[in-house]
């Protein structure tokens, strides 16, 4: 594997160092996004514009109806945290631009995969309390503490995402990047990805998350659905299915089922608090913070950052107006992995099964909402748009704007010199 990594390495060293900075750490993750911030603007002073797809265009669309929503509500942090937003659409504006051929996509893949599971080896160190929980600064850092403590969390692992149900989510899609490498490639290397993957499969299933498990499920039905073929394909669908029902008959043997009555009742009891909340502002919402900073004679449970639940988030925080501008990017989303299957692209089947994953863990948390994870999502749905603009043939194939000047800057440099 050493080779691939150099290989890797060779192409985009600004791009795969910014990634050790995403896996590694919850808050050194948003350097790599500082940097593409100012670069995006600095390259749109001297009149370089890039491919906008419905993704971006979409987040832009976020950014402008959150920051509405928080000046409407009257409320700083919602108005602070919407530029969350112009922060994501910048990311996506990048990776429409910079990933647009299935052999780079895989590179980005691969090297995630790799970085994973060294993030996953801290998690079997907290595991095992080879790492203990103490709370100390460099703990903080780089995830391997959870900073919002509560009971439920104390003994979970947390990986390198600070929060047990962000590492699940980030594991969980992970597992299905190994799926497809594990069919892809042969011999030695193979052997490697599988032993990878069940160390995946292992770290997620250590951080207790019902929810990502629910998603992973549903990812690897998408996953099998899509790129399964005839008896194979039928295979993959009975074992999911064998598995499903397991997971209903026998709650107990998965992790933490002995508490899934319990739970279910304290997520009904936000969902009805947070149905509640939209009710009252059905149109507008109540801004990205409204949740966790609404007045008790409104919201009468706990203190939440969101709803556990994608779809009831948005209708709470942004109205329905957001919820609409939301439904219209997952519409266009769907059109393009439908075309992109139509003209054959190898790739389709791992990025709607990854899409799967975050929207079955979405109907029982908000992980997006982590900087890590909210990044890996937003990239991923990004790709499909610039992957559909390059097998299109619309347009000409789109080389990063900002990486192919910073190379020329380079080669400048040195003929002058």
């Not at 250590?206 to 996953?223: C, D, H, N, Q």
């Amino acid at each position: 594997m050493p080779d691939v990594v150099i290989m890797i390495l060779k192409r985009d060293t600004a791009v795969y160092l910014s990634m050790i900075l995403i896996v590694f750490s919850p808050f050194l993750a948003l350097l790599p996004v500082v940097l593409l911030f100012f670069n995006y603007f600095r390259y749109h002073r001297e009149g370089d514009f890039g491919y906008r797809g419905t993704w971006s265009l979409g987040l832009l669309l976020l950014f402008v109806w959150s920051l509405f929503v928080g000046i409407f509500n009257h409320h700083m942090m919602s108005v602070v945290a919407s530029f969350a937003f112009l922060a994501l659409y910048i990311i996506s504006f990048f990776a429409q631009n910079r990933f647009q051929s299935e052999e780079d996509i895989e590179e980005l893949f691969l090297y995630a995969f790799l970085l994973t599971i060294g993030s996953a080896l801290f998690g079997v160190f907290e595991n095992f309390n080879i790492i203990n929980r103490d709370p100390i600064w460099w703990k903080y850092l780089f995830g391997l503490c959870t900073v919002i403590e509560n009971e439920e969390n104390l003994l979970r692992i947390t990986g390198t995402f600070g929060n047990p149900n962000l590492a699940a989510s980030w594991y969980a899609v992970m597992v299905l990047v190994g799926c497809y490498f594990a069919e892809r490639k042969s011999g030695r290397k193979r052997v490697s990805i599988i032993i990878g993957t069940i160390f995946c499969v292992a770290v997620l299933i250590m951080t207790e998350s019902r929810g990502a498990l629910v998603g992973l499920f549903l990812g690897l039905f998408i996953y099998a659905f899509v790129f399964g073929q005839g008896k194979s394909r039928i295979m993959r669908f009975l074992l999911l299915l064998c598995g499903f029902v397991l997971a209903l008959t026998y709650p107990t043997w998965f992790p933490r089922g002995d508490f899934l009555p319990s739970s279910i009742d304290l997520r009904q009891a936000i969902w009805e608090n947070c149905f509640n909340l939209f009710l009252k502002k059905p149109v507008t919402g109540w801004g990205l913070m409204g949740i966790y900073f609404a007045d008790s004679n409104v919201y009468q449970y706990l203190r939440i950052l969101h709803a556990h639940n994608v779809i009831l988030s948005l209708m709470t925080m942004l109205g329905s107006i957001g919820l609409a501008i939301f439904a219209w990017m997952e519409w266009r989303l769907l059109q393009d992995i439908i075309f992109l299957r139509e003209k054959k692209c190898r790739l389709v089947p791992l990025l709607a099964g990854i899409h799967a994953i975050f929207i079955g863990h979405g109907l029982f948390d908000f992980t997006m909402m982590g900087q890590q994870i909210g990044i890996l999502f937003i990239a991923c749905s990004a790709i499909v748009g610039g992957l559909t603009r390059s097998f299109s043939g619309v347009f000409p194939k789109y080389r990063n704007i900002l990486i192919e000047k910073n190379r020329l800057h380079h080669i400048n440099k040195k003929i002058s010199s």
